[in-house]
Structure formats: structure tokens, C-alpha cells
């Protein structure tokens, strides 16, 4: 191809669009501080998002920060979570503090499991954070259970969740909190950007938080941040909330190519996402709408009872050379695993072989509005080579 294909590209309203939007800064003079744009956005938001408060934040890290900061429970250390995610979900633990305490994931949805999660509450448990990843949703019923039976706040990182419902009811409904990110290489983009869904009794101090946790007065009542959302990110946010529908429609079509490709002259179970072609791909979850976020890809082996066995790393990197040599840029997100992060070896993570065998074999490949369905098939059919 001649063009280089980047795994993402931000989608993007027109510059006259965009130039409109912004118009208006330049009457108030008011670039950041909760300025009107930001308010007219956070409604916007809540309402399509079904939720009742949305601070928004200048990224999806503070927002997560944040809720984490107000609603875990004080005098308490660990934080049980995933280490099949971005950097982002563990720094945000280690920078309120805490120590984060790695749980392995369904082997089905890569999302933490409850079951593990339940055997590592102690005494000392100040929050589990468990992770959509890619828009797969948790196991939402099971976290509730634990959250009433321990008393303790399950906060849910939905970076990957923007727009998701499952049953009807918006994703960030579930849990205590959700944090979204509004990253440029997210499914809805505010440059960057992000916002914590929570409950009405942690709604000013999450939004405090992001202003140095002062509370209309002088002296702040909690220790905070500045991390507020400018007037232009909220101006992106605008327009590109827009054209959401058509944006997550195109990318439908994109994942539905990719999944035809992948899966031609095999079986496909699309409730596992197992095809015998040896790739595992999303998995259909009853009563979630899905956003087509990430298309990820799981090399390895299709066994004879329906599961699937993550282990094919020679033929994951050849296809990333493939790839490559066609100007295609795929990423492997997560790869290496969280835990085996250098700077986590203080926290001396248990092992997570789940986790560890999804990571060393994931690829994600392009998925944004504006790859054309040609580019994708081409891509598709490198990757079966
Ligand atoms: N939790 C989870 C589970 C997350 O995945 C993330 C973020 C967070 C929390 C934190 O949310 P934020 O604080 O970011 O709001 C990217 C993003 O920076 C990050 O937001 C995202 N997850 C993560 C999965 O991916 P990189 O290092 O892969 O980005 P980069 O710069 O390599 O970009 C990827 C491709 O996108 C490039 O090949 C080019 C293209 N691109 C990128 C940017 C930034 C563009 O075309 N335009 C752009 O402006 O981290």
C-alpha cells in the first residue's frame, strides 16, 4: 500500500466545523476553568452516555486518578486489578499511593476475573479495578456481588467502553465509578481528554479534584490536581459527538470485513470469537453494544472442545512483518504485560498465565473510520498468509 496504515487515526469533524465551534472562545476569553464549552459538553455527555455526573478531565488518566483518590477506602493499601491493560489503570493506583494486586483474566472476555479477584480480598483491599478491555464488558453481576458482600468500591476503568450499553444501560452506570478516555486514538476523541461517571455523593469532590480540590472557596477540603478540560478540547468533543453514529458505523463495517476475511474456509464460533483458522478474535457478548474500539487478535489454537489456546508467537511476528512490509502498522496492545513492567517489580506481582499467554500473542490491527474496506480485506488476507 502507499500510503502508511497506523493501527488508529483520530477521527476528526472538518477544519470549517471545527473553526465554528471554537468561535466562541475568542467572545468569553475563556479558555479553561469549567468554562461554557466544557459545561455544554459534560450534558451533552451525560446524556448520551446515560449517566448523571461526568466531571470532565484534560485525560483519561486523571479522571481515573480521581476517582480513585475520592472513592477508595482510606487507611487501606491494595488495589486488586488487571494486568492485561495500558500502563495508565496501575499508574493511576500507584499514584494515589497504593499498591496494585494482580488478579489473571477470563480467558473468554480478557477481563479480570471475579473468581480470582474474591480469593485476594483482605482486610487491606481499598478498591478493585477491573478494565473493559477492548470494549469487552466485565463481569459486572459478579463485581456488584463482591462490591455488597466486602464493602468495597469497584471502580471500572471504561477507556475502551465510550458509548457501550449493556442491557439497555449506559456502561458507566456500573460499579461505583467508570472512568472514559477521550484520547485522539480513542473511538471519541476530545484531543485528549477523559471524565469519571460516579455517583451524585462524589460528584463535586471528583470535580473538585481536578482543581487543585478547591471547593468554590479558598481552602481546599481535599488535596487535588490540575487537570481540568480546556475550552478547545470540549470544542473537539462537540463536534466530533456530532458524527458519532456515522464514525461507529463505519467502523462496524470495518470489523465486520476483517471478521469475514479472517474466518472464510473455517468455523467461527462468534459467541468465543474462536475460528479454526487459528485466531481468536472479540467475543459476542448477549445484551452489549459494542463501540468497534480495537479489533484485536489472538494467535494460537483452536481446540477440539471449543476453547482456544493463545500460543503462536513465530506466527504473530511474522505477520507483523507481513504487515509491515505493506506499510501496515499494527500494535500489539498489551504487550508485555503490566507486571512485567520494571518499575512493578517492587510490588512483586503474582503470576497471571492467562493474562501472560493473551499478552505474548495479541495483535491489534487498524481500525479507524477512514480505513477503507479495500485496505482492510488487503489487510485481512495479509494476515491468513
Ligand atoms: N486505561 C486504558 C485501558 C487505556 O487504554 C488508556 C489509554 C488509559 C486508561 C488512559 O487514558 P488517557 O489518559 O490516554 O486518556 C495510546 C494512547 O496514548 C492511550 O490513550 C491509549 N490508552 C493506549 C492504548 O494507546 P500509544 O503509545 O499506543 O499511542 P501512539 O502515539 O503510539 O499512537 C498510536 C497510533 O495512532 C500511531 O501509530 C499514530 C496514530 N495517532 C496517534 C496520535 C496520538 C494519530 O494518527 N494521531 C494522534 O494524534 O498510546
Not at 469533524?13 to 466544557?38: Q, R, V
Not at 494482580?102 to 477481563?111: H, K, L, R, S
Not at 483482605?122 to 463485581?143: E, K, L, M, S
Request: with cysteine; net charge positive; proline share 5%.
Amino acid at each position: 500500500m502507499d500510503k502508511k496504515i497506523n493501527v488508529t487515526r483520530p477521527s476528526m469533524p472538518s477544519f470549517d466545523e471545527y473553526a465554528a465551534e471554537i468561535k466562541s472562545i475568542w467572545d468569553s476569553a475563556m479558555l479553561t476553568n469549567f468554562g461554557p464549552l466544557e459545561e455544554r459538553l459534560k450534558g451533552e455527555l451525560e446524556k448520551f452516555l446515560g449517566v448523571k455526573n461526568l466531571p470532565l478531565f484534560t485525560n483519561g488518566h486523571q479522571a481515573l486518578l480521581a476517582a480513585i483518590s475520592v472513592i477508595a477506602l482510606p487507611g487501606k493499601s491494595k488495589v486488586i486489578t488487571t494486568p492485561f491493560t495500558f500502563a495508565s489503570t496501575t499508574e493511576a493506583i500507584a499514584g494515589a499511593g497504593l499498591k496494585p494486586v494482580f488478579a489473571d483474566v477470563d480467558p473468554v472476555t480478557y477481563t479480570l476475573d471475579p473468581k480470582k479477584v474474591e480469593k485476594l480480598i483482605d482486610d487491606d483491599t481499598a478498591a478493585i479495578i477491573p478494565v473493559h478491555v477492548y470494549g469487552n464488558v466485565c463481569d459486572t453481576r459478579t463485581f456488584e456481588k463482591l462490591s455488597e458482600k466486602y464493602r468495597i468500591p469497584v471502580i471500572y476503568d471504561a477507556a475502551h467502553c465510550f458509548g457501550v450499553r449493556k442491557d439497555g444501560v449506559g456502561i458507566g452506570n456500573f460499579g461505583t465509578a467508570s472512568m472514559f478516555s477521550f484520547h485522539a486514538t480513542k473511538a471519541f476523541n476530545t484531543i485528549e481528554g477523559g471524565a469519571a461517571a460516579v455517583p451524585e455523593k462524589y460528584a463535586q469532590a471528583v470535580r473538585n479534584f481536578a482543581n487543585y480540590g478547591l471547593c468554590g472557596g479558598a481552602t481546599p477540603e481535599i488535596n487535588g490536581t490540575n487537570s481540568k478540560m480546556t475550552e478547545f478540547q470540549a470544542a473537539m468533543g462537540l463536534c466530533n459527538l456530532r458524527h458519532i453514529g456515522e464514525v461507529t458505523e463505519k467502523r462496524a463495517a470495518i470489523c465486520a470485513k476483517y471478521t469475514e476475511i479472517l474466518t472464510e474456509g473455517s468455523f467461527f464460533d462468534a459467541a468465543t470469537g474462536v475460528s479454526g483458522n487459528g485466531i481468536k478474535l472479540i467475543p459476542y457478548q448477549a445484551g452489549v453494544t459494542k463501540n468497534y474500539a480495537y479489533f484485536p487478535v489472538i494467535f494460537g489454537k483452536a481446540e477440539s472442545d471449543g476453547s482456544f489456546t493463545p500460543g503462536d508467537q513465530e506466527r504473530l511476528l511474522k505477520v507483523i512483518e507481513n504487515l509491515q512490509n505493506i506499510n501496515v502498522f499494527p500494535r500489539r496492545y498489551f504487550y508485555p504485560l503490566i507486571s512485567e513492567f520494571t518499575c512493578m517489580k517492587k510490588y512483586r506481582p503474582r503470576k497471571t498465565p492467562i493474562a501472560k499467554r493473551l499478552s505474548d500473542n495479541v495483535l491489534c490491527l487498524p481500525l479507524y473510520a477512514e480505513l477503507s474496506l479495500k485496505d482492510a480485506a488487503r489487510i485481512a488476507k495479509t494476515v491468513l498468509r
